[in-house]
Every structure is written in C-alpha cells, then in structure tokens.
C-alpha cells in the first residue's frame, strides 16, 4: 500500500469514527437542558423534542421540569403528563405509571386526572404479560382501573377499561387455574380443590372457569365427594349444555341411573 493510500486510509478511518460519534451524540440534536433559561421554555422545546419522537430528549426536559416546578405551578401536570407519555414510548413502564400518578394523587381536579389514571392502569399491565410470572403489576393495573370507575363512574374510558380488566380476569384466571393444576397432578387433592374454586367463583366468565369446574369433578370424584360433584354439575350442565365433555364427566340423571360406572370410566388424573 503506497503513503498516499495510507493517508487515504487513515482520513477515511477517521471520519468512520468521526460519524459514529456524531451518530451516537445526534440523538440529542443540540437539545441541552442547561441551555434553556426558564421552565416555559424548557417546556416548549421538551414538547419539540417530543412531537420528534425523542423521547429520551423530552423524557429529560419534563423530568427536570418535575422536580423545579412549583405544585402550583399550570405547566407541572401537563409536564408528569408528557414524562409518562415518554417514559412509555422508552418502555419504561414502571416510570411512566410513577408519572401517571403523581397527576391523580397531587392534581385530581385537573383535566389530565382521568386520562392519567387511564395511562397508569395500561403502564402497569403493560408490565404483567404472561400468568406464570408474578402478579403484582396486575393487580396494580386492577386496583387502578377500579378507581377510574370508582372515581369517574361516567368516564369516557369506560368501554376500554371493561374491556382491560377482562382480559387480566383471564390472566389471573389462568394463573391460578396452572396453580391448582399444580396441586391436582402431585394428587394434594384439597389444595387443588382451592384454586379450582377460586377461578370458578372469582372469575365465572372465563374460559378457565369450565375447566375448573371439570378438574372439581374429578377430583370430587376421586374422593367420593358425591354431594360436592352433583351441585358442580347441576351448573356445568346449564352452563355448557352443548359440550361434549361436560356430557361426558356430568351425565343427565336419568342417564347415569341407566348407565352404572365401569371400570371404564375411571378418569386418568396424568
């Protein structure tokens, strides 16, 4: 290689490394907190950075305006509103809900209140999205789409929140179903019966609802249960009078007289 490609190289090398250091500062794209003289300001150019997609700009800018803004002051919900908005584009879920609720808990009587309520309760369910894993971010976002409808029993999220909270029931439902299923397979008979109540009980409408009912009567079964397994199957069977399966395991009276049990119909438990 001659001196002048070796120069050629080095200059070429050189603004490679020049481009990745603009690529990784670039983000911020002049945005400087320090440059900016008084919280309106900081506040327009936060939004800026926002209406960009910046969130790791206006995530900055509306957290320092956080903790420098008097209570009082009109700029101080709407910059917890737009913290929240950016911490949620970041993923950054636990934040976001943090933001969310400090407009609830500190500024209830504000415009943003509800819909800040509304975006905590999604910021934490965002956090739970498989039943094996703890529950506690569900419960969470449960307790705080129970205050929208406690707080705002007219509320315009009305529709959406019914519709979140059907969809942790059949988490939790499932959670706890896998529970109990845990139980019945080790044959701890009684515990299982307790998880398999809870979701019929706590959570009738789920799908997981009708395999509980059935998983009762096995075990029901096994234990000779007879009065515990005939109420069960007086529900299943209004409830589910077209499943095969329900048929199956609860019988019509007039059949299972007919019919006396064989060793055929003994239910495998693994």
Known sequence: MTGTNIDMYR???????LAL????TGCRGGFQLRNYQNNEALFQAALREFGRGKWDNAAAGFEKLTLELAPRDTLAARSFWYLGLARHKQRDYLRAAQAFQRIFESYPDD??????????GRAYQALWTRPDRDASYGDAALATYTSITTYYPNSTFKDSVALQVKVLEQMFAEKTYDTGMYYYRDKA???GVLYFRQVV???PDSPRARDASLRLIDTYRVLSYKQEMDEVCAVIRSKYADDPEVTKA????????AKPPTAGDTITLR
């Open 111 to 120: 415009s943003l209140a509800e819909r800040a309520l509304y975006q905590e």
């Open 189 to 191: 008979w009684d515990s």
């Open 250 to 257: 609860c019988p019509p009276p007039a059949a299972a007289a």
């Open 201 to 203: 009980e706590n959570w």
């Open 21 to 24: 250091a603009l690529a990784a």
């Open 11 to 17: 200059f070429s090398w050189r603004l490679a490394i």
